[in-house]
């Protein structure tokens, strides 16, 4: 198994142009989420799944837009990149089941730079 | 909405020494999972807890559950060079996890 997987590794951008982060997992499973890692802080949480056809909205949201037409790509999109959007991005996916958690898997992320 | 906090934000040590971060949680949690992130690298799950007062061991590494459900730490007895990096603690929720902002450990060799 892959695992999960992120693609580009690496982007830059001027500001105002759009692009599509890609997200695949190759084990089944139903939870999807992307996150953001600013330096030296934590993840925080910007849409997430839990299936085919079903998204969310987390923390931070405003700026990116998901969905998740299968089970294993959920691709995130910049509509218009602002500075403020340069950071670390990290999907990750996990089992799904009501009232019980999974550990989350993590793809080794996408550094984006927003010049 | 839940928040997660952690602290210390940064912990430096000398090999050898001991080392704790600690977790706490606006709500009350119905499990807590912890992850370790090395510099430059991606964040990869070490345990989860899921009964109140729970304590759990993997080597040097002891993690606890509060009786409250609110609160965790990880413990690290002796420290070494490879226990580097950023340890994080997280509140799932159906697919929402809620992450605190970590706690950096350095050891000086």
């Known amino acids: 198994n892959a695992g999960v997987t992120q693609t580009p590794k690496f982007q830059v951008l001027k500001t105002g142009q759009s692009m599509t982060l890609q997200c695949a997992q190759d084990?089944?499973?139903?939870?999807m989420s992307w996150y953001r890692q600013d330096p030296g802080m934590g993840l925080r949480l910007i849409h997430y799944s839990v299936g085919a056809g079903i998204t969310d909205q987390g923390e931070v949201p405003n700026g990116y837009n998901v969905s998740r037409s299968t089970t294993e790509d959920f691709p995130l999109r910049l509509l218009s990149a602002a500075p403020s959007q340069t950071s670390v991005y990290f999907c990750?996916?996990?089992?799904?089941?009501?009232?019980?958690?999974?550990?989350?898997?993590f793809g080794p992320g996408t550094r984006l730079t927003v010049t | 909405g839940q928040q997660v906090m952690q602290i210390p934000q940064y912990q430096h040590v000398q090999e050898g020494e001991d080392f704790t971060t600690y977790c706490n949680s606006s709500t009350t949690l119905s499990n807590i999972q912890w992850y370790k992130q090395r510099p430059g690298g991606h964040p990869v799950f070490l345990i989860q807890l899921v009964k109140s007062g729970e304590v759990k061991k993997q080597k040097r590494l002891t993690f606890q559950f509060g009786e409250a459900k609110k609160n965790s730490s990880l413990h690290i007895t002796a420290t070494q060079t490879t226990d580097v990096g950023t340890y994080f603690c997280a509140g799932p929720n159906a697919g929402k996890s809620t992450f605190g902002d970590g706690t950096t450990l350095t050891v000086k060799p």
């Open positions: 084990m089944n499973h139903e939870y």
């Open positions: 990750a996916s996990s089992y799904g089941g009501q009232g019980v958690s999974y550990e989350q898997y």
